[in-house]
Each structure stands twice: as C-alpha cells, then as structure tokens.
C-alpha cells in the first residue's frame, strides 16, 4: 500500500514547489506508464490470438483426400 501512496506524496511536494516541473514529471511518468501497461495489453492479445490459433489448427486435420477430419 505504502508504495502507491508514496509516489502521490512526492508528486504533491514537486507541484507545491516546482508546479512547472510537478507537471512535466507526472506527464513523463504517466506517459511511461501508458505505454508499457498499452504493451503488455498488446503482448496479452497477441497471446491469446496463438492460443486460439493453435486450438483450431489442433482440432481439424486433413487427410490425403482432402477432407477434414476432427481430432479428439
């Protein structure tokens, strides 16, 4: 708990004595934070999208004529 509240403390310090720089740093960090939480969401689909590949390409196999056949 005390490592989200800890960060709010010093971000209220910087805005009391430094506003410009208060905003920039918490733009900076936010931003940070955006792109590599919107990564590991992209990395989390990309996964979920093999898995389902790898389940459709598992339960059909074709044969040597051609047809499709169901694997259980």
């Given at each position: 708990m005390f490592?989200?509240?800890?960060?709010?403390?010093?971000?209220?310090?910087?805005?009391?004595?430094?506003?410009?720089l208060g905003i920039i740093v918490s733009a900076v960090t936010f931003g940070t934070c955006a792109v590599i939480f919107s990564m590991l969401i992209i990395?989390?689909?990309v996964k979920i999208i093999k898995s389902l590949t790898k389940i459709k390409?598992?339960?059909y196999q074709e044969d040597a004529q051609g047809r499709a056949t169901r694997i259980e």
């Open positions: 490592r989200y509240i800890f960060p709010v403390i010093v971000f209220a310090l910087i805005f009391k004595v430094f506003p410009t990395v989390k689909l390409c598992k339960v």
